[in-house]
């Protein structure tokens, strides 16, 4: 591959909805775009999941803004890259920052495989053809509330419903959802909000059949987890605690988690996301893809991903309408009966809207090689 030049882009989207969390309500997204122009004339494009507070992880947008701009693009100038799979490689002296270098490698890995003429998900090693589709429910003002907004996603055909917990809103909301729909795939995400302190509520979560808790306890630990996980007939799923194919190792091997949740951000890219996948294989660990509010960019790169053979759970991939008013690829991603067609076309396999990623810029950069 001949990189010529690298865009950055920051993009403002209205979301659909309003997206309440901890710190406030949200109406509208900020989104770093990468894309990588080749000698040919090709783009790839990659999509940054950093959001404007570090509330997630340590990197923000305008973090993520400065370590592409004068510390990870700089690395891929000079010696050409070969093969995505360099990238991580180039970007390894850095510390951290997986949000940026996965953005950057995202948009290689489209490039590399539209000049292969190859879609992302077969470039990756891809097999299914669809992707299976879940949904994730806030948490909401009322019990009453939550059950109707459960009803309406089954009616949807989401595959499965997972419902964030926290200390005062879980045993008994997973109660009346369980009383309600004593059979649906149910699963509960805690997002660290417990600590060993609370093991008698966790151990109560036992009796209804949940798939899995997300992530009980604190966003960087494997210790407690594999301590709570002997103690628990519910398989834990790791999210917040899994950066990289070490940590996915150590904590199998602790036994700190039964199921993981792979976010491309998180880890750093695609390549490592692939190495993660494959350790999970040989360990029968199962797994899912997790969702970080993507526009059209990250979601297309999700699917891809969702596509190899171990991703047997349902995702947070949701189609684009979930989120907003008009995402930034065409077509929009959509969802018929609870699945995701994976695309066949080269690269991410969408077509970018670039008069509404044009309308959407506040500002950008060039980088020439
Ligand atoms: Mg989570």
Same mark, same amino acid.
């Given at each position: 591959?001949?990189?010529?030049?690298?865009?950055?882009?920051?993009?403002?989207?209205?979301?659909?909805?309003?997206?309440?969390?901890?710190?406030?309500?949200?109406?509208?997204?900020?989104?770093?775009?990468?894309?990588?122009?080749?000698?040919?004339?090709?783009?790839?494009?990659?999509?940054?999941?950093?959001?404007?507070?570090?509330?997630?992880?340590?990197?923000?947008?305008?973090?993520?803004?400065?370590?592409?701009?004068?510390?990870?693009?700089?690395?891929?100038?000079?010696?050409?890259?070969?093969?995505?799979?360099?990238?991580?490689?180039?970007?390894?002296?850095?510390?951290?920052?997986?949000?940026?270098?996965?953005?950057?490698?995202?948009?290689?890995?489209?490039?590399?495989?539209?000049?292969?003429?190859?879609?992302?998900?077969?470039?990756?090693?891809?097999?299914?053809?669809?992707?299976?589709?879940?949904?994730?429910?806030?948490?909401?003002?009322?019990?009453?509330?939550?059950?109707?907004?459960?009803?309406?996603?089954?009616?949807?055909?989401?595959?499965?419903?997972?419902?964030?917990?926290?200390?005062?809103?879980?045993?008994?909301?997973?109660?009346?959802?369980?009383?309600?729909?004593?059979?649906?795939?149910?699963?509960?995400?805690?997002?660290?909000?417990?600590?060993?302190?609370?093991?008698?509520?966790?151990?109560?979560?036992?009796?209804?059949?949940?798939?899995?808790?997300?992530?009980?306890?604190?966003?960087?630990?494997?210790?407690?987890?594999?301590?709570?996980?002997?103690?628990?007939?519910?398989?834990?799923?790791? &999210?917040?605690? *899994?950066?990289?194919? #070490?940590?996915?190792?150590?904590?199998? =091997? %602790?036994?700190?988690?039964? @199921?993981?949740? +792979?976010?491309?951000?998180?880890?750093?890219?695609?390549?490592?996301?692939?190495?993660?996948?494959?350790?999970?294989?040989?360990?029968?660990?199962?797994?899912?893809?997790?969702?970080?509010?993507?526009?059209?960019?990250?979601?297309?790169?999700?699917?891809?991903?969702?596509?190899?053979?171990?991703?047997?759970?349902?995702?947070?991939?949701?189609?684009?309408?979930?989120?907003?008013?008009?995402?930034?690829?065409?077509?929009?991603?959509?969802?018929? &009966?609870?699945? *995701?067609?994976?695309? #066949?076309?080269?690269?991410?396999?969408? =077509? %970018?809207?670039?008069?509404? @990623?044009?309308? +959407?810029?506040?500002?950008?950069?060039?980088?020439?090689?």
């Amino acid at each position: 591959m001949e990189i010529k030049r690298i865009i950055l882009r920051q993009i403002k989207m209205d979301l659909l909805h309003p997206f309440t969390t901890s710190v406030g309500t949200e109406t509208d997204k900020t989104i770093i775009l990468v894309e990588v122009k080749s000698a040919s004339g090709i783009s790839g494009w990659g999509e940054s999941v950093a959001i404007t507070q570090p509330i997630y992880n340590e990197e923000t947008v305008e973090t993520n803004w400065h370590m592409m701009s004068d510390h990870l693009i700089p690395l891929l100038q000079g010696e050409a890259v070969q093969h995505p799979d360099e990238v991580s490689g180039r970007f390894k002296k850095i510390r951290g920052n997986f949000n940026a270098k996965a953005a950057i490698e995202g948009a290689v890995w489209d490039l590399y495989a539209k000049e292969n003429n190859l879609s992302l998900a077969k470039a990756l090693g891809g097999t299914k053809e669809r992707i299976e589709v879940g949904v994730s429910v806030g948490i909401q003002q009322s019990e009453a509330l939550m059950l109707k907004q459960i009803e309406d996603y089954l009616k949807e055909g989401y595959k499965r419903i997972k419902v964030k917990i926290q200390p005062g809103w879980d045993i008994g909301i997973i109660r009346s959802i369980r009383r309600e729909f004593p059979k649906i795939p149910l699963m509960a995400d805690a997002n660290c909000a417990y600590s060993l302190n609370d093991l008698e509520t966790l151990k109560a979560l036992d009796e209804f059949d949940l798939m899995m808790i997300e992530q009980p306890l604190d966003h960087d630990d494997i210790i407690d987890h594999a301590k709570l996980q002997s103690q628990l007939k519910t398989p834990i799923c790791l &999210d917040e605690s *899994i950066h990289s194919f #070490e940590d996915a190792r150590k904590a199998i =091997e %602790l036994g700190s988690c039964k @199921i993981i949740n +792979l976010k491309i951000g998180r880890v750093g890219g695609l390549t490592e996301s692939k190495k993660i996948h494959d350790l999970c294989v040989e360990h029968n660990i199962p797994m899912w893809c997790g969702g970080m509010l993507e526009a059209g960019i990250g979601r297309a790169h999700n699917i891809a991903i969702t596509s190899l053979g171990n991703f047997t759970l349902p995702g947070d991939t949701a189609p684009s309408s979930h989120y907003w008013k008009r995402d930034i690829i065409q077509p929009e991603v959509e969802m018929k &009966d609870g699945y *995701i067609v994976v695309p #066949e076309a080269p690269g991410i396999g969408y =077509e %970018l809207d670039l008069e509404q @990623i044009e309308a +959407l810029t506040m500002y950008s950069k060039v980088f020439h090689f």
